[in-house]
């Protein structure tokens, strides 16, 4: 069974850029969640996707958006980058009705230059 | 003051030491009580996860959690080298569709042979 996964790995992208982050959820998992993690610190809440709306949102601009497809896929997009948006993004799932049990994926990790 | 605080270490400590890692928090609306697992440059890994105070323990790791001082642990057992890694604890209120996550820091512990 395969867990979270996310692409691309690696990403380098330019100031002003545009830039899509996917994420796929471990099976059977409904919600997704997207995070950030700068160097050295815990990972931070950028918002979740249930039933293809976003339900919930951390502090983030509008720059950051997302969308969850029919297949609880995801997509994390953030316009404008700034060198500040260099970090790695997380992708979490979890399974209907356990709110603790969420997964995290290996991330994409992307430098803004 | 951060809703979430952990020492970020860096912990070093010999094979077969017990571990303590501890967060403090000031959000009275957490009820759920995580704990991560971060290798390098990979994603969290979920160790285990606890509903409101108690004890619980899964194989050579016990989290404990007292919410009348909002502090939290994990400790580990006979320590090994592939324990090495960064570790944070996460912490989320319960009701609604509020699902979101909220980590500390992270500390860093090495497991020396």
């Known amino acids: 069974d395969a867990g979270v996964t996310q692409s691309p790995t690696h990403l380098i992208k330019t100031r002003g850029q545009q830039v899509t982050l996917r994420c796929s959820p471990k099976?059977?998992?409904?919600?997704v969640s997207w995070y950030q993690q700068a160097l050295g610190q815990g990972p931070q809440f950028i918002f979740q996707?249930?039933?293809?709306?976003?339900?919930q949102r951390g502090n983030f601009p509008d720059r950051f958006s997302g969308h969850q497809f029919p297949n609880y896929s995801s997509e994390l997009n953030v316009n404008a980058l700034l060198l500040g948006d260099s970090a790695l993004y997380l992708c979490?799932?979890?399974?209907?009705?356990?709110?603790?049990?969420?997964?995290f994926g290996p991330g994409t990790r992307l430098t803004v230059t | 003051q951060k809703e979430v605080e952990q020492d970020p270490g860096p912990l070093s400590v010999p094979e077969g030491a017990i571990v303590s890692l501890n967060c403090t928090y000031s959000?009275?609306?957490?009820?759920?009580f995580m704990w991560y697992r971060q290798y390098s440059r990979k994603g969290p890994e979920l160790l285990m996860y606890?509903?409101?105070?108690g004890n619980k323990e899964d194989g050579r790791f016990t989290a404990q959690v007292d919410k009348s001082s909002k502090y939290i642990s994990l400790f580990i057992r006979d320590s090994q080298p592939s324990d090495s890694a960064t570790y944070l604890c996460?912490?989320?209120?319960?009701?609604?569709?509020?699902?979101?996550?909220?980590f500390g820091k992270g500390t860093l512990l090495t497991v020396n042979p």
């Open positions: 996460a912490m989320m209120a319960s009701g609604g569709s509020n699902y979101k996550l909220t």
């Open positions: 959000n009275s609306a957490f009820q759920y």
């Open positions: 099976s059977g998992h409904d919600t």
């Open positions: 996707y249930y039933e293809e709306e976003e339900r």
């Open positions: 979490a799932s979890r399974p209907p009705g356990l709110a603790s049990e969420q997964y």
């Open positions: 606890t509903y409101s105070s």
